[in-house]
């Protein structure tokens, strides 16, 4: 498991003497991992505030914080697990809210010998290692099993399931050769790396329930003005449209 991130603060020397810079820990859904970056990098330079992220499979961090890890904002690859600390009073209830809704696609590298990307392909003897995220950890794993469920091929595709524990792990599974093709999220498949070795096909959204993704605060923080003012900025018309080119679908 990883190690915490102990809360700190960091002192810096200027001309009048000692100031101390807020420091944020946030813990980050797999998904975001090349989406927030340049977010956070612009919100350290409007406001001095320098941000730390983990990421990691949804449920993964909730455990941790349930646990009593230290970070003061969560963003979630879906609403249930800020739900989860709002009713068990680790999280402000009132901080609660959707910052983007996630999208699930269908990744091959481009030098698969496979059929072209498309439902049909779920039934092709020719997919023997179909790679996607914990469904008991990860949204976007319980998406694809949504998906593939309601395509009726679930029962049939499960002996060729490959679980990762999260989603980025899922395509790093498919990259790497060890499953032919991967259900993961558009932000992952947009990536730089990816978008250059693969390519994608976007799954109707009809097949698996909204992947809203939600934020909420930690109760416990010691920085709770910083983090509502970071929860504020992922909210406002900068970050949500950094979030729509990144792949996920703006709430704003």
Known sequence: MMKWIAASVV???????????????VAAAADLEPVLPPILSSFQHATGIRVVATYQASATLTAQIENGAPFDLFLSADM???????????????SLAT?????????????SSLPPLSIPLFRDPALKRLAIADPDRAPYGRAAVAALTRLHVYDQLK??????ENVAQAAQFV???NAQAGLISL????TPQLKSS???WIMPRGLYPP????????????????????????????????????GLTPVR
């Open 198 to 200: 693969g390519e994608y």
């Open 159 to 164: 002996p060729r399931i490959v679980t990762a």
């Open 99 to 111: 910052y983007a809704r996630g999208t699930l696609v269908l990744w091959r590298r481009k030098d």
């Open 80 to 94: 249930g697990y800020p739900r989860r600390l709002v009713d068990a009073a680790i999280a402000e209830p009132a």
């Open 211 to 246: 992947i809203e993704q939600g934020v909420v605060v930690i109760r416990r923080t010691k920085q709770q003005a910083a983090a509502q003012q970071l929860l504020n900025y992922l909210l406002a018309s900068d970050a949500q449209a950094q979030f729509a080119k990144s």
């Open 187 to 190: 932000t992952l498949a947009l």
């Open 11 to 25: 002192a810096l020397a200027c001309v009048s003497g000692v100031r101390s810079q807020t420091v944020l820990h």
């Open 175 to 177: 990259e790497s050769g």
